[in-house]
């Protein structure tokens, strides 16, 4: 079993900039060979993908984070960190860790994130 456990969440203002990081406990094997990344949800809107990174550190951006936020991983310490710059309001969400293998994925509690205008 794994639990996710996220941190650096808060409040900002426009144009600042954050860094979320995912500590993964239980297996630190499973971190390691398995994709993780960053998802968030906004009031009212589907939970949608930010950044995921693979095993060989493969990357994918969402289409409006690109250019401004950057994810990486560190297996020697099971986790993995979203750095976000220029933040903007529309990036108010809660943010959710994620690990996914073949046969499931683990989901963190979820940090809140709020920029101010």
């Known amino acids: 079993q794994v639990q996710l456990v996220e941190s650096g969440g808060g409040l900002v203002q426009a144009g600042g900039s954050l860094t979320l990081s995912c500590t993964a406990s239980?297996?630190?094997?499973?971190?390691?060979?398995?994709?993780a990344g960053w998802f968030r949800q906004a009031p009212g809107k589907q939970r949608e993908l930010v950044a995921g990174?693979?095993?060989?550190?493969?990357?994918k951006y969402g289409g409006s984070v690109e250019g401004r936020f950057t994810i990486s991983r560190d297996n020697s310490k099971s986790t993995v960190y979203l750095q976000m710059n220029d933040l903007k309001p529309e990036d108010t969400a809660v943010y959710y860790c994620?690990?996914?293998?073949?046969?499931?994925?683990?989901w963190g509690q979820g940090t809140q994130v709020t920029v101010s205008s």
């Open positions: 994620n690990l996914a293998t073949i046969f499931e994925e683990y």
């Open positions: 239980g297996s630190t094997n499973i971190f390691r060979h398995n994709v």
């Open positions: 990174i693979t095993q060989g550190d493969s990357i």
